[in-house]
């Protein structure tokens, strides 16, 4: 089951306006559901199309990467798994592919920070 989600924002990165969640169907389903896949990982590919409004005048599109929300925090999603082909990013067409090996939440973001300015004023 994918859901989508808010954008997430994890420390370091600003988000690219895509985010999800995937999760093994209900019990019943066609599909497989997580009792079975205990000691089975999935293997999946993630392909995002995402729009040069998604990069926001921050974001850098060569820079993009799908992160995965590991028990111990943010992490690039291919480490997700082993022995897997490469991210594929298009940056012509503006497709990323990654091949992923957990459930979870997903978000694609690009390293950055934000950066506050003091107002000024002249008295």
């Known amino acids: 089951v994918v859901t989508p989600l808010l954008p997430a924002k994890p420390e370091g990165y600003l988000p690219a306006g895509h985010a999800l969640?995937?999760?093994p169907s209900a019990a019943g389903s066609s599909?497989?559901?997580?009792?079975?896949?205990?000691?089975?990982p999935p293997s999946f590919t993630?392909?995002?199309?995402?729009?040069?409004?998604?990069?926001?005048?921050l974001l850098n599109a060569a820079r993009l990467t799908l992160l995965w929300q590991?028990?111990?925090?943010?992490?690039?999603?291919?480490?997700?798994?082993?022995?897997?082909?490469?991210?594929q990013h298009d940056l012509v067409a503006r497709v990323i592919t990654t091949p992923v090996c957990?459930?979870?939440?997903?978000?694609?973001?690009?390293?950055?920070?934000?950066?506050y300015l003091p107002k000024l004023s002249a008295k």
Do not use: F
């Open 46 to 57: 993630i392909e995002i199309h995402y729009s040069e409004a998604d990069l926001q005048p």
């Open 21 to 23: 969640n995937i999760a």
């Open 70 to 87: 590991s028990p111990d925090g943010w992490v690039d999603a291919q480490s997700s798994c082993s022995a897997v082909g490469p991210v």
């Open 31 to 40: 599909q497989p559901d997580r009792a079975e896949q205990i000691g089975k």
């Open 102 to 115: 957990e459930w979870g939440t997903y978000t694609l973001v690009s390293p950055g920070a934000e950066l």
